[in-house]
């Protein structure tokens, strides 16, 4: 059983920055995750991959991303970030932390960001 917490959402301006941070607790330890994402989704819009890693640290970005956002991870692999920049209202959602492999698909709550010009 693993547990994620995203965190680091908030208010920010058009042009901002905020890091987001997906903590994992459990058994995250036993948790090989092949992989790591994150993912938002905006009221009345369908959920959209921000950017994943892979458990080899192959990393790939969504449209959303647009060159602004950097994933990355910590050594043990229990947490995620999301480094995003040049931040627009258009960002303004809830973004999710996922850990995935075969058998396991866990996701966190959310953390909510909201740009404003």
């Known amino acids: 059983q693993v547990h994620l917490v995203e965190s680091g959402g908030g208010f920010v301006q058009t042009g901002g920055s905020l890091r987001l941070s997906c903590a994992a607790s459990g058994s995250i330890s036993s948790f090989n995750a092949i992989a790591m994402r994150w993912y938002r989704q905006a009221p009345g819009k369908q959920r959209e991959v921000v950017a994943a890693?892979?458990?080899?640290?192959?990393?790939t970005y969504g449209p959303p991303a647009k060159g602004r956002f950097t994933i990355s991870r910590n050594n043990a692999k229990d947490t995620l970030y999301l480094e995003m920049n040049s931040l627009e209202p258009e960002d303004t959602a809830v973004y999710y932390c996922?850990?995935?492999?075969?058998?396991?698909?866990?996701w966190g709550q959310g953390t909510q960001v909201t740009v404003s010009s």
């Open positions: 996922n850990f995935w492999n075969w058998e396991n698909d866990y």
């Open positions: 890693m892979t458990s080899y640290g192959d990393t």
